[in-house]
């Protein structure tokens, strides 16, 4: 797992008593199926072309959802995917497998205030729209064609890898010093408010809205 723009930005848990779980609307727009994958929740749902499953993330949880694609489950939940396989399990105990497009969460922080990104530290499969149920705050999107216009060396079935997961390299991976290069300007300019890696993106890509907000998650919108 690469660092997420999140984890830059926790402050202590400050709980309020009355907080209770935010759902999480999940919907397949794409033409596709998906699979829903959520940690911690585990979430996961085939979901077919159109439909739409419900989430309930717990007050304070930090964690992620993102999209599974091309997966075959038996009866006892137990399988694989192309993208975003979490062990082969239906309900992910942990995070998926590069590459996946995440949206993070981390609920009921500082100020009672929920702080979401959408990041492609871990690549990018399926585009998704992040919408708070709310007027008082905006969403996040990553929308583009990104797997269409993925640089070759980046190319993986299914999605476009983020290059630290190909090269792993520090100029890649940001572990203690980066500069932007051209895998970084290519998520950057089809994705603008995503989150890429390197440091100075963190705080600009994240977002928040009251905690208690509850969320809508479109896939393909
Ligand atoms: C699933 O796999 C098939 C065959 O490998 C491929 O044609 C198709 O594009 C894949 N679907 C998705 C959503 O990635
Ligand atoms: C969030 O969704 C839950 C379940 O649908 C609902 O009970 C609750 O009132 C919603 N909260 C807000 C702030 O709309
Ligand atoms: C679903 O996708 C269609 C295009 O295929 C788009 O026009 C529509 O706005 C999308 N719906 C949502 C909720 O994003």
Request: glycine content about 10%.
């Amino acid at each position: 797992m690469a660092s997420s723009a999140i984890s830059q930005l926790l402050f202590p848990l400050l709980l309020l008593p009355l907080s209770h779980a935010a759902t999480f609307t999940v919907v397949n727009n794409c033409s596709f199926t998906i699979w829903t994958a959520a940690v911690p929740a585990g979430g996961g749902r085939q979901l077919n072309r159109g439909q739409t499953c419900a989430i309930d993330v717990n007050p304070g949880a930090i964690g992620s959802i993102w999209a599974r694609t091309n997966c075959t489950f038996d009866g006892s939940g137990r399988g694989s995917c192309e993208t975003g396989d979490c062990g082969g399990l239906l309900e992910c105990q942990d995070h998926g497998t590069p590459p996946n497009t995440l949206v993070e969460f981390a609920l009921n922080q500082f100020s009672n205030r929920d702080f979401f990104d959408i990041s492609l530290a871990d690549g990018f499969n399926v585009p998704v729209n992040f919408i708070p149920d709310s007027t008082s705050c905006r969403g996040t999107r990553c929308a583009a064609d990104i797997n269409g216009q993925c640089p070759e060396k980046l190319r993986a079935p299914g999605g476009c890898n983020h290059p630290c997961t190909v090269f792993k390299t520090d100029e890649y991976c940001c572990t203690s010093s980066c500069a932007p290069n051209e895998y970084f300007r290519f998520f950057k300019k089809n994705c603008p408010d995503a989150y890429i890696i390197y440091p100075q993106d963190g705080p600009a890509s994240t977002m928040f809205c009251p905690g208690g907000t509850n969320y809508t998650v479109v896939f393909c919108p």
